[in-house]
């Protein structure tokens, strides 16, 4: 009878929608659903709304301080007495953020706990904290509760880097009778941690989660040798990147945790082809799971740690490494390390702010703003219901519209009219990203009188994504004359589906 049924009702489906297909009693169609926007459908893999605004963050600081300030190791043992932590001053979180506030960084990440284990707030986790700490300065250290207020007065992102290896905590590595790993230490340490730190702030934009995989240490007076073979079985990723999202919903969990990746060096720089999907320096243009470059790199000439004699780069280095990450659709988070005062010392602070006026006198005014300045496409999609297609779209100001191309377009050509001749200098493409990275290479020229066209710009145009910067001179360490120009022709080439664009600069 339920046989029957079954069979009656799947019938009565095949009969009611065109191009059904019934197989091994499931029901397929391949009806084409409504798009009364005419959006371009999306190419896979796409973000998540908090990848998104992760990448929005674009560039920002990071700040290594603790145990290592004081022992001058850039990896603590793990048993380095609490008594070591000593400040010379009230360490000031306000004062690192307000300095890269000043370089144009739109936030920041402080450690709170490094592979030593010691932790920069009172936790009910471990005696290795601030609270046993050698002086007043530091028991009445909380870097994540004064980093995260400061932050928010300053209209900052922030998040925390909270060691996953952790060579003061016996629970780290230990394996049961059965000879498998305990949950242990991600039960009884590290999510405890993330849950009190949470408590400072829940909006915190991400979490480094580092993927060292375990050496010698302390481990709670063993002293022994521990590793564990898979960071993401150990840390049981899947089900921590939930608990951690149920706490701080926008967090999104770099590394190990499978959200944003590492970039693949600590140079600061991305590959001029950078897909936002795969692994290092360019990703892979065929990989299924999204997961964005992030290029961590140090702003100052020793170790990630503050060590006595080391000076910051310049202005124009960090620029370059600037260009070469954010530039190239990957993020930048630049590390400044405080020093024993818990302040960041006075010449990165001026350096910083000698950035911030080289990226607002580079890259602050966009001429393809500028009232009177035109922009057409040779092909635009036909209208949506309320949405529109058009090339003026990439030059609004306005990241939620785009100009796309229609389906059976997979190269396109834009150009823009400034008012007037110009001096510039570089271009800067975005895609509209939610719809998935497409674009896959493109040519820029430039034009005096509309009639004349050179080609500028490096030897790899190729992706796009999030943000692509294209010196026009090709060169990103030589800022250079800039060329005369009142036309700019944008040529895509190439892309894996008609090309999607919410902003185009000229600067
Ligand atoms: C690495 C760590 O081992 C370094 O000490 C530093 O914190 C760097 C940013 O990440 O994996």
């Known amino acids: 009878m339920k046989k029957l049924f079954l069979y009656a009702s799947a019938l009565a489906l095949t009969m009611a929608l065109p191009g059904t297909v019934m197989a091994q009693g499931l029901t397929m169609t391949n009806e084409v659903l409504p798009n009364p926007e005419n959006e371009p459908r999306p190419v896979f893999p796409v973000p998540t709304a908090r990848q998104i605004a992760w990448n929005q963050t674009e560039f920002y600081g990071f700040f290594h301080y603790g145990m290592n300030t004081y022992t001058g190791l850039e990896w603590g043992n793990g048993n380095e007495a609490e008594t070591r932590f000593a400040p010379t001053a009230a360490p000031n979180p306000r004062q690192w953020l307000e300095a890269i506030k000043a370089a144009g960084m739109r936030g920041g990440i402080a450690v709170v706990k490094h592979h030593d284990g010691f932790c920069l707030w009172p936790t009910a986790t471990t005696t290795h904290n601030v609270t046993n700490s050698g002086n007043e300065f530091g028991r009445n250290t909380n870097i994540p509760r004064d980093f995260a207020a400061a932050a928010k007065d300053l209209g900052m992102k922030y998040g925390f880097y909270i060691s996953p290896w952790d060579r003061n905590s016996a629970y780290w590595g230990t394996k049961g009778a059965d000879g498998f790993y305990t949950s242990d230490y991600a039960e009884k340490v590290f999510l405890p941690q993330c849950a009190e730190i949470a408590k400072y702030g829940n909006d915190q934009f991400e979490m480094w989660f580092d993927g060292a995989t375990g050496a010698s240490g302390y481990y709670g007076g063993a002293n022994e040798n521990r590793t564990i073979d898979n960071a993401t079985r150990y840390y049981d990723i899947p089900n921590l990147r939930d608990s951690i999202h149920n706490a701080c919903p926008h967090i999104i969990m770099w590394g190990v945790g499978g959200e944003a990746r590492w970039i693949g060096n600590e140079a600061g720089w991305a590959g001029e082809t950078c897909w936002s999907y795969g692994n290092g320096t360019s990703g892979d243009e065929n990989a299924w799971q999204w997961f964005p470059g992030e290029s961590d790199a140090k702003a100052t000439t020793a170790g990630w740690f503050w060590h006595e004699g080391e000076s910051v780069k310049s202005a124009e280095t960090l620029f370059k490494m600037y260009l070469e990450t954010v530039g190239r659709n990957a993020t930048l988070i630049l590390n400044f390390p405080p020093d024993k005062s818990g302040s960041l010392p006075q010449a990165d602070v001026d350096e910083l702010k000698k950035?911030?006026?080289?990226?607002?006198?580079?890259?602050?005014?966009?001429?393809?703003?500028?009232?009177?300045?035109?922009?057409?496409?040779?092909?635009?999609?036909?209208?949506?219901?309320?949405?529109?297609?058009?090339?003026?779209?990439?030059?609004?100001?306005?990241?939620?519209?785009?100009?796309?191309?229609?389906?059976?377009?997979n190269t396109a050509s834009f150009t823009i009219t400034l008012p007037e001749v110009k001096t510039i200098h570089y271009v800067a493409l975005q895609e509209y990203i939610h719809l998935g990275q497409r674009i896959k290479g493109f040519e820029i020229e430039i034009s005096t009188d509309g009639t004349t066209w050179t080609k500028k710009g490096t030897n790899t145009m190729t992706t796009v994504?999030?943000?692509?910067?294209?010196?026009?001179?090709?060169?990103?360490?030589?800022?250079?004359?800039?060329?005369s120009a009142k036309y700019v022709r944008i040529n895509i080439t190439d892309s894996k589906a008609c090309p999607t664009l919410h902003t185009v600069s000229v600067f």
């Open 355 to 409: 950035l911030g006026d080289m990226l607002r006198a580079r890259l602050g005014t966009d001429f393809a703003r500028l009232e009177g300045t035109t922009i057409t496409a040779n092909v635009t999609r036909s209208n949506g219901a309320t949405r529109t297609y058009n090339a003026s779209n990439m030059i609004d100001g306005d990241s939620t519209t785009y100009w796309a191309a229609p389906d059976e377009n």
């Open 465 to 483: 994504g999030y943000k692509r910067i294209i010196p026009l001179n090709g060169s990103t360490s030589n800022y250079g004359d800039g060329f």
